[in-house]
């Protein structure tokens, strides 16, 4: 599990060149209790940027292909030449396909949807740390996704430090926020919707009406002449 956190570029910088940028947190055991695997699968126990956090989405939604982060924009060929496989392509379409679960009915993340775009996320939520320990009453809420899930175009992770209102779950207060900020960058970009919006389909009404008028009778005409 490590090995995977490592390979999307957690636990190292991206290589952004932003100032003062951490490497965060994960720990290299010999050992590893239970506990802590079980913690580390759902978050615990590490520590990551947004930026991290982007990079590793963004290899699920190139298909298992990690590549590099830059506050500019890079040419494909630049791009191309320093990508790397990480994941199998199939692991990594089969996540995303569990991901878009999230967005859907019944799940945590609703409020990120976005009107004519299929997203695949994730919602989190997780207690602050303090000087002794974690914090029960004080959160980090986030909502990390891409879109159009099924041939992703953007990446975009939103991080609430310490919400200051009753509701605090990353799926009440962070997807809100990624679907409004995400889908005005899908409209700046001029990214085609995934599925069209209000749009009734039309398909079998001709055939309806041409067998009314194969079923109808012609009218009888009767002349008026004497």
Request: proline share 6%; no cysteine; glycine share 12%.
């Amino acid at each position: 599990m490590r090995g995977v956190f490592e390979r999307v570029g957690l636990g190292q910088s991206t290589g952004s060149g932003f100032p003062g940028e951490s490497s965060g947190l994960l720990p290299n055991k010999q050992r590893w209790r239970p506990v802590e695997r079980a913690t580390l699968a759902f978050g615990y126990g590490i520590a990551i940027t947004p930026l991290q956090l982007a990079q590793a989405y963004g290899v699920l939604a190139s298909n298992g292909v990690k590549r590099p982060v830059s506050l500019l924009k890079i040419s494909s060929a630049d791009g191309l030449a320093v990508a790397d496989r990480v994941i199998a392509s199939d692991i990594a379409i089969d996540v995303r396909e569990m991901m878009k679960a999230v967005i859907g009915k019944g799940g945590t993340g609703t409020r990120a949807a976005i009107a004519g775009y299929d997203v695949a996320g994730k919602t989190g939520t997780s207690h602050k740390v303090g000087v002794n320990g974690y914090q029960q009453d004080r959160y980090v809420s986030l909502f990390a996704g891409m879109v159009p899930a099924e041939a992703p175009r953007l990446v975009t992770v939103v991080v609430i430090d310490d919400p200051r209102s009753e509701e605090y779950y990353g799926g009440l207060v962070a997807a809100p926020v990624f679907s409004k900020v995400t889908a005005e960058a899908l409209r700046f970009l001029n990214i085609p919707p995934s599925k069209p919006s209000g749009i009734r389909s039309t398909a079998g009404i001709g055939v309806k009406n041409e067998g009314l008028a194969k079923r109808a009778k012609p009218a009888q005409v009767r002349s008026g002449a004497t």
